[in-house]
Every structure is written in C-alpha cells, then in structure tokens.
C-alpha cells in the first residue's frame, strides 16, 4: 500500500469515527435525557452546531459521508426484506401507506427547500 492510499483510508476511517462519535452521542443523550427523539436525529443536530459554530468545516467529513450516501441502499435492505412478511398488510393497506410515504416526502422536500432558500438570504443579507 502506497503511502497516498494509506493517506485516503486513514481519513476516511477518522471521518467515519467523528460521524459515528457523533451519532452514539446522540443515542446517549436521548437515553439520559429520556427524549423522545432518535439519537440520530440528535447527532446530526450535533454536527449541524459543529458546523454553525465552525468547529467543523463540512470539507472536513466530505469523504466519510460521501461514502455513507453512496452505500445507502445497503442500509435499506433488511426494512425492505421484512416487507415480505407483511404481504396481507401491503395488499389491504398499500395505497395509504404510499400516500403517507409520498406526502411526507414532498414535505421533507418541500421544507428543505425553503430552509436553504432562508439560508442564503440570510447569507446574502449578511455579506451585504
């Protein structure tokens, strides 16, 4: 192994560390705290404050989560695989479930949309 490749993996095992750092952080807040809320979602509010507050650049983790979106898929597999047990509950209930599904990622969208389009005027008003 070439001192360049050994470079790349060292980086993206620590990217992968910090992300994984943050999310078993979350977990452990959720579990102390007794919120509700998935200790993912508490992570990645973590690392929404680290970047905020510039403790992290997003450069910084770009191959690590780059690595986590192209491997995606590979997390849906076993939700996917268990639909398989439920084929009475698809048959009977497909089509709300469908809707639901489609509703809220328009939501999911919709609302994403319109948080970047406050965050670059607010940017943009800033620079000013």
């Known amino acids: 192994m070439n001192a360049a490749r050994f470079k790349h993996l060292s980086r993206l095992f620590v990217e992968l560390a910090v ?3 943050l999310y078993l952080l979350g977990c452990q807040l959720a579990a102390w705290l ?12 973590l690392l929404l404050l680290a970047f905020a507050f510039g403790w992290v650049k997003p450069a910084a983790l770009q191959l690590g989560a780059g690595l986590l979106m192209a491997e ?3 997390f ?3 939700a996917l695989m268990s639909l398989l ?3 009475t509950l698809l048959r009977d209930d497909g089509w709300r479930i469908l809707l639901v599904i489609a509703a809220s990622t ?3 969208m919709l609302v994403t949309a319109f948080t970047v389009e406050l965050a670059v005027r607010a940017r ?3 620079e000013a």
């Not at 007794?34 to 509010?45: C, F, Q």
């Open 72 to 74: 995606m898929l590979l």
């Open 106 to 108: 328009l939501m999911v």
């Open 124 to 126: 943009r008003s800033h």
């Open 76 to 78: 849906f597999i076993p």
């Open 34 to 45: 007794a919120w509700p809320i998935p200790g993912g979602v508490i992570g990645m509010a």
């Open 19 to 21: 992300l994984l750092g």
């Open 85 to 87: 047990d439920y084929g």
